[in-house]
């Protein structure tokens, strides 16, 4: 309990000086750390295989130009050099542009006496923009002419190289992470005068599991805060009820959203698989209607002498 005290304190702190974020956005972000937090790879001590999607706003602007995610990672930990791997990709298109990131993450492990393992990750990788717009200028403007207007960019494709840096720290019962994205601040150059930067993002994100009295139940709550240098900060905390270590439904909520969630994490050959859907209820007056987000996840340990059917921890089912 005193370590749930900590993680809320931490939290409440971070609140008073964070701003904003950009980045995709995950409702169910236990599973996306490896996008954000190069730290957290290898942190559930298997070769672990995830894929995320998301549909924004379903039926804004009549299903055009809104927000669509697709994450996939992997990641594996090296146990011998006390070490952890990954790849995270991910694809997220909005409006006319579409980005594509690709990290690839390393992270030392270390063992913090009792409390749990530390690990230091360092992600680097590229970003790709490309743009294909449709420009529409007023005639108004032009002697009732319509014309092109050269300070606006057009088809662009552009690639630079990125980082992301993050720590993270598991217990038995317990998780919690620091991460920052974007942290050299590339410049994206159009063929115009137009210049896109992608901002550095600052993540802090933890989870607790409660056992209850009852072993066949147990309380998992998580939070996450993303923010940017620009805007105010995004909070989330996510509450869910377990019930045998396999079946789980909860509630998350957010200054914009509610958002029921449901998941299962069931044996599968010589691991386990895991799923998980929700669905945001949005709170603000944008005209459209929710979105949609499922989970996919299958985890399985090469070492011997070890359970299959169970995470040793439930703290990311």
């Not at 701003?19 to 730290?39: K, M, R």
């Not at 295989?49 to 039926?59: A, D, E, I, L, P």
């Not at 240098?229 to 270590?245: D, G, L, P, T, W």
Request: net charge neutral; charged share 15%; aromatic share 12%.
């Amino acid at each position: 309990m005193k370590k749930l005290i900590l993680i809320i304190i931490f939290f409440g702190i971070a609140t008073s000086y964070m701003f904003a974020q950009a980045d995709a956005h995950f409702s169910l972000f236990e599973y996306s750390q490896n996008i954000v937090n190069p730290g957290a790879a290898g942190a559930n001590d298997a070769f672990c295989f995830t894929t995320s999607h998301r549909q924004q706003w379903v039926g804004y602007g009549g299903g055009e130009g809104r927000p669509i995610s697709t994450l996939f990672s992997f990641d594996m930990p090296l146990n011998a050099i006390k070490s952890g791997l990954g790849i995270a990709v991910l694809q997220d298109k909005l409006g006319f542009q579409s980005d594509i990131q690709l990290k690839l993450n390393y992270a030392y492990r270390l063992k913090v006496g009792d409390v749990g393992i530390l690990g230091i990750g360092l992600g680097l990788g590229m970003v790709n923009r490309s743009i294909n717009p449709e420009w529409e200028t007023s005639a108004s403007f032009n002697n009732g002419q319509v014309y092109d207007d050269p300070a606006l960019p057009h088809m662009e494709n552009i690639t630079v190289f990125d980082m992301n840096f993050g720590i993270t720290l598991y217990g038995k019962d317990f998780w919690a992470g620091l991460s920052s994205t974007h942290l050299t601040g590339p410049k994206m150059t159009y063929n115009v005068e137009a210049v896109s930067r992608l901002v550095q993002h600052i993540y802090l994100m933890g989870g607790y599991t409660l056992h209850l009295p009852n072993p066949s139940f147990d309380i998992i709550a998580s939070g996450m805060l993303q923010t940017d240098r620009f805007s105010k900060a995004e909070f989330q905390i996510n509450a869910k009820f377990m019930y045998e270590k396999k079946f789980w439904a909860g509630i998350s909520g957010r200054l914009d959203a509610i958002v029921p969630m449901v998941g299962v994490h069931l044996p599968l050959g010589p691991g386990a698989i895991s799923f998980a859907y929700c669905y945001d209820i949005k709170l603000n007056k944008i005209g459209a209607s929710g979105s949609h987000e499922l989970m996919a996840r299958y985890c399985f340990n090469l070492e011997r002498n070890n359970t299959p059917t169970r995470e040793k921890t439930v703290r990311r089912l």
